[in-house]
Each structure stands twice: as C-alpha cells, then as structure tokens.
C-alpha cells in the first residue's frame, strides 16, 4: 500500500512540474524579430522587438557633449495604452577612472556593469549607458531585453 502511495504521489510531482513548465514557456513574449542598433558610431547591439509591438521612432541627438539616441516602442495590437516603453542610449566620451577588471565581460569582451535598468559598457575612449524605460507585460520582457543587449553588444 506505501509503495503505491508513492508512485501516485511521483505521479501528481510529475504533472505539476509539466504544467509549470508548460505554462512558464507559453506564457513567456514571443520575440517577432531582432533588431540591430547603430545609429550611434562605435558600437551596435541587438535588441528584440515583440509580437504586438513595433518600433514608432528612433531619435539621435547631442546634448552636452554626449550623444543621445533614443527608441520608442509602441503597441501595436491597439489592445492597451502603453506609453513611455523606450530604450535610451547614451554615449560619453567623457574620461572614467574605474577598475575595469572587475567588471563583468560580455562575450565580446567588453566590460560591463548592470544597475537597475541601466546597463553601462567601458570601452578605453567611451562609454555607452543603455537605460530601460520599459516594464514587463505579458508580451514584453525587460530581462530577455537586457540579456539580448548584453550578449550582442560589440565595439566596431
């Protein structure tokens, strides 16, 4: 009698931990495409673009002596008002005395740190903040977006 106890309940485990699964992985964004960053020079980085959602403007400008660019996403199922779901990228050619070494390297090798919802690269002559104005939804994920960013971030 124990022993069949213990194969019903193996049994009940196994099909909780499928459905978690399953519902982890469904639930997850689905990403429509991934778009490359360039519109500053030196650097790029991929960046996803979720189902539902679209890009509606990319604007670059110089604000004391750094440059500014600036991605704005819209939602484009028109089934909810989001606003203000943007990437901000910041390039300072301003110097910085930081250890480098104890930074953590992308796999391009480029020395990097996380702070909240800025991702800040080191390169010798420049750095790049990359700040998220953005929040998960149910179809958009700001860590899938940070790790995207990370991973494919290269100096050119």
Do not use: A
């Amino acid at each position: 009698m124990e022993k069949k106890k213990l194969i019903i309940l193996s049994i009940i485990c196994i099909c909780l931990l499928i459905i978690l699964f399953s519902v982890y992985f469904i639930n997850q964004p689905k990403v429509r495409v991934e778009d490359r960053f360039k519109e500053i020079q030196g650097f790029t980085f991929n960046y996803p673009i979720f189902d539902g959602w679209d890009v509606s403007s990319i604007k670059t400008s110089e604000i004391e002596g750094k440059i500014v660019s600036t991605i704005s996403f819209q939602n484009i199922d028109n089934v909810k008002q989001v606003n203000n779901m943007q990437i901000k990228v910041v390039k300072s050619t301003k110097p910085f005395s930081v250890n480098l070494d104890s930074f953590d390297k992308n796999p391009n090798s480029i020395p990097y740190v996380i702070n909240n919802d800025i991702i800040t690269f080191y390169m010798k002559d420049f750095s790049v903040d990359v700040i998220l104005f953005v929040f998960d939804e149910d179809d958009f994920s700001k860590s899938f977006m940070i790790n995207r960013i990370v991973k494919t971030f290269i100096k050119n």
